[in-house]
């Protein structure tokens, strides 16, 4: 079984408790002081865990916190989950990731996707359209630069002429690009372009179908789809018998919130792997501004099915079987709490 790790960072403790939101996902990236990351980062390392990577979404900007997570590890691969396609020019991310190769010598991943039309344009103010084809592209080109091969590029989106290329002393010629896929249309796409994908909130007994869905883009360029990560996102929710009431709920509430504030791109998955009864459900409490009813329409299956709830030897477990289901590299969000009692709890979940 391989792991990895999703954590970030906010600037002192103190504003750490202050913007916390319980449920969703600034609950784990604005959890904890960057020092208080970073020696969380390094018992991970020195774990056995393959990767460590980092979320952006409308929050700090992912790129110094790469550079400083390079700085402090040795071996552990570093990346981001993830950027999105359409804030930098695939130009601008080449530079950034070729300085971060430098200082890493040579382990990071880009994690990208389109993210949503709510961030990109309420936040960014950019026109979110050809999300799909834009990530094609946007591939592409960041690739060419890597390797350092001249920018002549003609596609839809991008027309780039005059033979640029990114010039600096190469670890290597390729960083591995892990896209954010769930659609029918992106996995096929991914089976292409990718080297790997990290769906979030894919059910466990399905898991098997993200390689089946790659196997048609893969085909068209003679493709072996086993050579594409699959790298899903696992939140953990650890029952210890005295709360466990409240640990449910919580679990529910990243489903909600996924279903109802975050795009389409979610719900529809949701529903077409086996939850439209709950997703219609969620859906209509939410519009009745029932937040409560919204969040109870989660089932305890589909939590069981898309989190990683249990004991934690139950949750071990299930790591295990997601694994053998297709996972590939699960991510796991970082425990929370004092390096000391987070170290405990991702031995326990490794060895």
């Known amino acids: ?102 200082i890493s010598e040579g382990r990071m991943i880009l994690g990208i996707g389109s993210s949503s039309s ?18 094609k592209e946007y591939t592409e080109i960041f690739n060419m630069l890597i390797s350092g091969e001249k920018l002549f590029y003609e596609g839809e989106i991008y027309q780039l002429t005059q033979g640029f290329s990114l010039r600096y002393d190469r670890p290597r010629d390729h960083v591995p690009v892990w896209i954010a896929s769930l659609t029918p249309k992106s996995l096929e796409q991914s089976g292409e372009i990718a080297d790997g994908i990290m769906p979030v909130h894919w059910p466990s007994s399905r898991m098997y179908e993200l390689k089946d869905q790659m196997k048609i883009g893969a085909k068209k360029i003679n493709r072996d789809v086993n050579e594409i990560t699959v790298a899903p996102h696992s939140h953990l929710f650890i029952l210890d018998g005295n709360n466990d009431d409240a640990i449910w709920d919580e679990a529910r509430k990243p489903l909600e919130m996924y279903i109802n504030r975050m795009g389409n791109f979610y719900h529809e998955m949701m529903t077409r792997t086996g939850w439209a009864k709950e997703v219609a459900e969620s859906q209509e409490a939410f519009n009745n501004k029932d937040m409560d009813k919204a969040v109870q329409a989660i089932s305890n299956d589909m939590v069981e099915e898309i989190q990683v709830i249990g004991t934690v030897e139950q949750i071990r477990d299930r790591l295990q079987e997601r694994s053998k289901n297709g996972a590939d590299v699960q991510i796991i969000y970082m425990p929370k709490g004092a390096p000391k009692e987070a170290g405990k709890l991702l031995e326990k979940l490794i060895s």
């Open 118 to 135: 709510a961030v990109v344009e309420n936040y960014h103010g950019i026109p979110f359209k050809k999300p799909l084809r834009r990530l």
């Open 1 to 102: 079984m391989r792991l990895g790790i999703l954590t970030g960072m906010v600037s002192t403790e103190k504003k750490a408790l202050a913007t916390s939101v319980p449920g969703s996902r600034s609950d784990v990236v604005m959890s904890e002081s960057w020092e208080t990351s970073i020696e969380k980062i390094q018992i991970a390392e020195s774990l056995g865990y393959e990767c460590v990577v980092v979320p952006e979404s409308w929050q700090l900007s992912a790129i110094p916190w790469l550079s400083l997570i390079a700085e402090h590890t040795n071996k552990i691969q570093i990346g981001t989950s993830i950027i999105n396609s359409f804030s930098r020019s695939p130009a601008a991310l080449a530079q950034d990731f070729a300085t971060l190769e430098i």
